[in-house]
T-cell receptor, first 116, second 112 residues
Framework: GAVVSQHPSRVICKSGTSVKIECRSL??????MFWYRQFPKKSLMLMAT?????????EQGVEKDKFLINHASLTLSTLTVTSAHPEDSSFYIC????????????FGAGTRLSVL | GQSLEQPSEVTAVEGAIVQINCTYQ??????LSWYQQHDGGAPTFLSY????GLEETGRFSSFLSRSDSYGYLLLQELQMKDSASYFC?????????????FGSGTQLTVLP
């Protein structure tokens, strides 16, 4: 199946710093990628839809200036958590879908962010 | 909007059969999907139903009844490695063409 690579898998940073997370589709082109946040034992909460060559679409309640998304190519989307605070600590996962009728989403391995 | 309901937890023993139910409400229906997620890992696609009936893939099967807005995931011959969270999902017609809305997840624990 298709592969989505997400990096880094884990990051620990000090409060106030910015953290960039990369999501790459390795063997297919993705005009759209999705960024999720997941709390322990909870569901995947969609944060934003990353659109290649245009602005991301953010879900209600998600601060676009806090979570900057860039989708500069058909294989790469980045999420930057700006001025991170402890409440931003979470598991962030990206996904990209193939073009088939089943709309299968392929997920990255996730990034565990811990803000001290 | 979309909403999906599934049980929060299910426990079963090795070798048993377990069924995880999912009921959904959506303004437009484009199929019901199931994903598996192990602790700390990425969700992985398990199955997809667009039409009524049963889809079988090895030990896993998925069923859909569109008239009842209901589906289930059936896991047979349970193994310890099946302990994971299982999410049902539907496409969100108000969002991007490939955007999914996920249920809250069912934590399956397989006991020896």
């Amino acid at each position: 199946g298709a592969v989505v690579s997400q990096h880094p898998s884990r990051v620990i940073c000090k409060s106030g710093t910015s953290v960039k997370i990369e999501c790459r589709s390795l063997d297919f082109q993705a005009t759209t990628m999705f960024w999720y946040r997941q709390f322990p034992k909870k569901s995947l909460m969609l944060m934003a839809t990353s659109n290649e060559g245009s602005k991301a679409t953010y879900e209600q309640g998600v601060e676009k200036d806090k979570f900057l998304i860039n989708h500069a190519s058909l294989t790469l989307s980045t999420l930057t958590v700006t001025s991170a605070h402890p409440e931003d600590s979470s598991f962030y996962i990206c996904s990209a879908g193939d073009r088939g009728t089943k709309n299968i989403q392929y997920f990255g391995a996730g990034t565990r962010l811990s803000v001290l | 909007g979309q909403s999906l309901e599934q049980p929060s937890e299910v426990t079963a023993v090795e070798g048993a059969i377990v069924q995880i139910n999912c009921t959904y409400q959506t303004s437009g229906f484009y199929g019901l999907s199931w994903y598996q997620q192990h602790d700390g890992g990425a969700p992985t696609f398990l199955s997809y139903n667009a039409l009524d009936g049963l889809e079988e893939t090895g030990r896993f099967s998925s069923f859909l009844s569109r008239s009842d807005s209901y589906g289930y995931l059936l896991l047979q011959e349970l193994q310890m490695k099946d302990s994971a969270s299982y999410f049902c999902a539907v496409r969100d017609p108000s969002g991007s063409a490939r955007q999914l809305t996920f249920g809250s997840g069912t934590q399956l624990t397989v006991l020896p």
